[in-house]
Nanobody
Framework: QVQLVESGGGLVQAGGSLRLSCAASGRTFSNYNMGWFRQEPGKERHFVAA????????DYADSVKGRFTISRDNAKNTIDLQMNSLKPEDTAVYYC???????????????WGQGTQVTVSS
């Protein structure tokens, strides 16, 4: 098992920034690809960003490319999501996940955090 705890969500004005963090415990963190997903009420969970376990290769949804940056620290068992130039459409609950053979598919992730709310006001 891997336990994941997100933090850093909140309310921010459009154009502002937030940094989300995800702390992992349990099995060896460095063995897992890691991803961030987001979900609006009544909608499906969507891929945001991911980072691989081996080389730290990153992947981003087109909607956040150039604005969000994912990073990981295997020594601290954490991943972060730096979110800049936030837009109202970025408003959602953001989830951290571990696993992900196919980085963009939520069903391929084995472990999930409880989520953190991000609200961007216009």
């Amino acid at each position: 098992q891997v336990q994941l705890v997100e933090s850093g969500g909140g309310l921010v004005q459009a154009g502002g920034s937030l940094r989300l963090s995800c702390a992992a415990s349990g099995r060896t963190f460095s063995n897992y690809n890691m991803g961030w997903f987001r979900q609006e009420p009544g909608k499906e969970r969507h891929f945001v960003a991911a980072i691989t376990k081996n080389w730290g290769t990153t992947d981003y949804a087109d909607s956040v490319k150039g604005r969000f940056t994912i990073s990981r620290d295997n020594a601290k068992n954490t991943i972060d999501l730096q979110m800049n130039s936030l837009k109202p459409e970025d408003t959602a609950v953001y989830y951290c996940a571990a696993g992900g053979y196919d980085l963009r598919v939520p069903q391929n992730y084995n472990f999930w955090g409880q989520g953190t709310q991000v609200t961007v006001s216009s």
